[in-house]
């Protein structure tokens, strides 16, 4: 696992989508995977400067989404995909037919997951899968004691995960109980896993995440099995890391032609 400290969020996110514009020019039609809430807003703000600035064509590009929020009606604004859609594909320029996401509304809510993983699957697989982290330690919406080798599925929120995302809801009881998060084994199977972190609030997750020991009680620990992950956390994010120290040397003498 590699674990690069930046000094903010802006230059996590710099960082990141330099490493997306990398990929998309070695292989056009890379399937990205992508995940909501706060923290890979600089992400895509830097994708869409890249976009502008015609440093980065997305023209074969393809989208898909981490997990959705079960419950909530088609289109309703918070729901993951509506989010992606005005966050990501809009302001790259990048069609809804390039993009896929778990179905938080089907009826048949357990035939949606599987139905999900085969057509990642049949796709190819994740290129690269961006992730952000819960306080909990969460990836995707696997919350604690989820398998480390679960497939897509519904989950239900902790009541902590609820709480944390209630400021994009009119009130806390909105906050769906339940939702479709790709599995840890399904998340595993992107050949390039790339997690950032900002803020305090992150921290003790993060320790336990790259320094812990690998177990279900933070599913973000899985990404120490994985042959390609790389954890980007900002100063505040990295400050309960004992080996600070050395992540920061391994990354300041890390050769110019070796990328994330
Ligand atoms: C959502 C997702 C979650 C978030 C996590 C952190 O698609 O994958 O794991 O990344 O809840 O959310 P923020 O970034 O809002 O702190």
Same mark, same amino acid.
């Given at each position: 696992?590699?674990?690069?400290?930046?000094?903010?969020?802006?230059?996590?996110?710099?960082?990141?989508?330099?490493?997306?514009?990398?990929?998309?020019?070695?292989?056009?039609?890379? +399937?990205?995977?992508?995940?909501?809430?706060?923290?890979?807003?600089?992400?895509?703000?830097?994708?869409?400067?890249?976009?502008?600035?015609?440093?980065?064509?997305?023209?074969?590009?393809?989208?898909?989404?981490?997990?959705?929020?079960?419950?909530?009606?088609?289109?309703?604004?918070?729901?993951?995909?509506?989010?992606? +859609?005005?966050?990501?594909?809009?302001?790259?320029?990048?069609?809804?037919?390039?993009?896929?996401?778990?179905?938080?509304?089907?009826?048949?809510?357990?035939?949606?997951?599987?139905?999900?993983?085969?057509?990642?699957?049949?796709?190819?697989?994740?290129?690269?899968?961006?992730?952000?982290?819960?306080?909990?330690?969460?990836?995707?919406?696997?919350?604690?004691?989820?398998?480390?080798?679960?497939?897509?599925?519904?989950?239900?929120?902790?009541?902590?995960?609820?709480?944390?995302?209630?400021?994009?809801?009119?009130?806390?009881?909105?906050?769906?109980?339940?939702?479709?998060?790709?599995?840890?084994?399904?998340? +595993?199977?992107?050949?390039?896993?790339?997690?950032?972190?900002?803020?305090?609030?992150?921290?003790?997750?993060?320790?336990?995440?790259?320094?812990?020991?690998?177990?279900? +009680?933070?599913?973000?620990?899985?990404?120490?099995?994985?042959?390609?992950?790389?954890?980007?956390?900002?100063?505040?994010?990295?400050?309960?890391?004992?080996?600070?120290?050395?992540?920061?040397?391994?990354?300041?003498?890390?050769?110019?032609?070796?990328?994330?």
């Amino acid at each position: 696992m590699e674990i690069v400290i930046v000094p903010d969020a802006a230059a996590g996110g710099e960082l990141i989508a330099t490493a997306i514009a990398e990929l998309f020019t070695r292989k056009p039609d890379a +399937l990205l995977g992508v995940a909501t809430g706060s923290t890979p807003l600089p992400v895509y703000r830097a994708l869409e400067a890249k976009v502008e600035a015609g440093t980065l064509d997305v023209s074969r590009a393809r989208v898909c989404q981490l997990d959705e929020y079960v419950g909530l009606p088609a289109g309703h604004p918070q729901s993951y995909r509506e989010v992606l +859609l005005r966050e990501v594909l809009e302001p790259l320029g990048i069609p809804g037919e390039r993009f896929t996401g778990p179905d938080g509304a089907a009826e048949d809510i357990a035939a949606a997951a599987l139905a999900y993983d085969r057509e990642l699957a049949a796709g190819g697989g994740v290129d690269l899968q961006l992730l952000g982290i819960g306080t909990d330690g969460h990836i995707g919406f696997n919350e604690p004691c989820s398998s480390l080798a679960s497939r897509t599925r519904i989950k239900t929120l902790t009541e902590q995960t609820r709480a944390d995302n209630a400021r994009f809801f009119d009130s806390p009881d909105e906050v769906p109980h339940h939702v479709l998060t790709q599995g840890i084994g399904t998340i +595993l199977e992107a050949r390039h896993l790339v997690l950032l972190a900002t803020g305090a609030a992150k921290a003790h997750a993060v320790v336990q995440a790259v320094e812990g020991p690998l177990c279900a +009680l933070v599913p973000a620990s899985a990404l120490q099995l994985h042959p390609h992950a790389t954890v980007v956390v900002d100063e505040a994010a990295a400050a309960e890391l004992r080996l600070a120290d050395y992540f920061r040397a391994t990354y300041a003498a890390k050769p110019d032609w070796q990328s994330l």
